[in-house]
């Protein structure tokens, strides 16, 4: 079993670490955030994440993990692959911004005492790897291999993807660096995608980029359909049959949100244009899920005159179910333009209750949320909106209410049954969005 160092404990570290020592291997998880390090040390996960602080706990109490800051001095941290897990934030203009990585490899770069293989695990651009290599790796005082290993976990499936990922990629220059990497997955039954850096770090991209794709191209055939008189869940349907095409990533909606797919798309896209080359296609993806994200905000003007009067209720923040992160969810934008329209807004999530969201009222309940508003805009599909009774809801809201569901996740006919006003992106017989091209 390895001997291995992942520095970061974000979303991707911690998972990393965590399934690591799961697995067996010796792992050292280091951050420089104390008190992060503190609550791990504590057992407790500072995401929410299903099963992790179980898995936690079993990984502490095996003793074949332990956390760790800087402080106490990389040669001391460092195993014999160390995975660097740390965040690649958007940058103003699109691009990644890698000055963690930069900052951490060269840290490590200076201070190692013993050869040992780097795994790039953050997320990054296309040509980052060989540009490490030759700016700071191959200054070091000891011989470090590079070894790029992206990852295709989904937040609130995480460690269920750890176990069984569709590949696992690894991209190296080195071939036993890349063998040593590989084996420490031995756990996992998964086909290896051994290759060069660079495209390893392309397949990254490419497999973000497409899935978005995926998902603007389904949401402009709901536009489609709504202009004329489509149902995209029957369309969404049938061509998900099609083996080529597949039924994922055909659910329309308000968009995609989180921090992978709004940042790696223009990250790629940032990356295109520096390297002279026009990627219309990724554009156009990009342009659409902004749009996409407007559909409420434009169906309500529409629906409710008066709306600088009225209070809406927005339900769900999260960017998808089963997580609590709020990042780049619709909601971060639609509630502003709403708050900018006039309007009273109330929100509501089931999980992502610490976040604010200024200019809006939180909520405990979903009832507290729809008590006297005019409108219901559901954001992100939880269990709990999907099985809510709209009979009672309709009783607390004010009439005539409408409900716009962002995320085609609710039952059309119990909406309207409730004498509620029913819109969704997509569906026919729901009131059109009003999008005509
Ligand atoms: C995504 C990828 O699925 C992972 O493979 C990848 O590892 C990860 O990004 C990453 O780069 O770290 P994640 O952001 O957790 O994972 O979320 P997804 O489940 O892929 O959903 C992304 C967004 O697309 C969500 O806002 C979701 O609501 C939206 N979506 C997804 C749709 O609007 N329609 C769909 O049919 C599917």
């Not at 690591?20 to 291997?25: E, F, I, K, R």
């Not at 409420?296 to 179910?321: D, S």
């Amino acid at each position: 079993m390895a001997d291995v160092t992942v520095i970061g404990t974000g979303y991707v570290g911690l998972i990393q670490g965590v399934c690591l020592a799961d697995v067996g291997h010796d792992v050292t998880c280091v951050d420089i955030d104390e008190a992060k390090i503190e609550m791990l040390r504590a057992g407790k996960s500072p995401i929410f994440e299903p099963g992790l602080e179980e898995l936690l706990a079993k990984t502490i109490a095996s003793g074949r993990i332990t956390f760790a800051t800087p402080d106490d001095g990389w040669a001391d941290l460092l195993g014999d692959i160390v995975f660097v897990a740390v965040g690649t934030p958007q940058a103003d203009n699109g691009a990644a911004d890698l000055r963690f990585v930069r900052s951490v490899t060269s840290a490590i770069a200076a201070e190692a005492t013993h050869p040992f293989t780097l795994v790039m695990k953050s997320t990054v651009p296309p040509g980052t790897g060989h540009a490490l290599i030759r700016r700071t790796l191959a200054d070091a005082p000891v011989d470090i291999a590079y070894v790029s290993n992206p990852e295709f976990l989904r937040e609130g499936k995480a460690l269920e993807d750890w176990y069984r990922t569709d590949r696992i990629v690894i991209g190296s220059d080195t071939p036993d660096a890349a063998e040593a990497v590989s084996a420490l997955y031995e756990a996992v039954d998964a086909p290896r995608v051994i290759t060069d850096i660079a495209s390893a770090e392309t397949i990254k991209y490419a497999s973000n980029a497409f899935l978005s794709t995926k998902i603007s191209f389904i949401n402009e055939i709901a536009n489609l359909c709504d202009v004329i008189g489509a149902d995209i869940d029957a369309v969404s349907h049938g061509i998900g049959m099609d083996t080529r095409i597949g039924p994922d990533f055909l659910r329309a909606g308000i968009g995609y949100g989180g921090s992978c797919f709004p940042k790696d798309t223009r990250a790629l896209d940032f990356i295109a244009t520096i390297n002279g080359y026009e990627f219309s296609l990724l554009k156009s993806v990009i342009e659409v899920n902004n749009r996409q994200r407007l559909l409420p905000v434009i169906a309500l003007v529409r629906a409710l005159p008066h709306l600088h009067e009225r209070t809406i209720a927005v339900l769900g923040l999260a960017f998808k179910p089963d997580t609590d992160d709020v990042r780049e969810s619709p909601a971060v934008d639609i509630v502003p333009l709403l708050v900018e329209e006039g309007c009273s807004v109330k929100v509501y999530d089931p999980i992502a209750a610490e976040v604010e969201i200024p200019g809006a009222t939180r909520c405990a309940t979903v009832w507290e949320a729809l008590d006297g508003v005019s409108a219901a805009v559901v954001i992100t599909e939880w269990g709990e909106f999907a099985t809510l009774d709209w009979e009672r809801a309709a009783g607390m809201m004010t009439s005539p209410a409408v409900v716009f569901d962002g995320r085609n996740c609710l039952d059309p006919s119990k909406v309207e049954a409730a004498g509620l006003s029913y819109m969704a992106v997509g569906r026919p017989g729901a009131h059109r969005t009003g999008r005509s091209g």
